[in-house]
């Protein structure tokens, strides 16, 4: 069992900054590749970006790349997602996942436990 906690959430304006944390429970924190997804009001939950276990390989939806940036401390059972530039269509609730296995990495269903969420809303 993994619980996964989010924080970092907030106000912020257009063209600033957020950095995301996620912290984890458990000893095997190393073994899950972790994503971040988000869901904005009216819509379905949106892929973020993903960090892989081992390799610490990531991948990110085409609507944060280049701005967005996910990475891991093991140490510290913690997951971050840097967001910078952003914008007002970024606002949304942004949940962290954790998965045992590497198999639909991209969607929601690869995912076996999920942070409780925290929400961004970015002002124009």
């Known amino acids: 069992q993994v619980q996964l906690v989010e924080s970092g959430g907030g106000l912020v304006q257009a063209g600033g900054s957020l950095r995301l944390s996620c912290a984890a429970s458990?000893?095997?924190?190393?073994?899950?590749?972790m994503g971040w997804f988000r869901q904005a009001p009216g819509k379905e939950r949106e892929f973020v970006g993903l960090i892989t276990a081992s390799s610490g390989r990531t991948d990110y939806g085409n609507s944060v790349k280049g701005r967005f940036t996910i990475s891991r401390d093991n140490a510290k059972n913690t997951v971050y997602l840097q967001m910078n530039s952003l914008k007002p269509e970024d606002t949304a609730v942004y949940y962290c996942?954790?998965?045992?296995?590497?198999?639909?990495?991209?969607?929601?269903?690869?995912?076996?436990?999920w942070g409780q969420g925290t929400q961004v809303t970015v002002s124009s």
């Open positions: 996942a954790a998965a045992r296995a590497l198999l639909s990495l991209w969607q929601l269903e690869g995912y076996d436990y």
């Open positions: 458990g000893r095997t924190f190393s073994s899950y590749a």
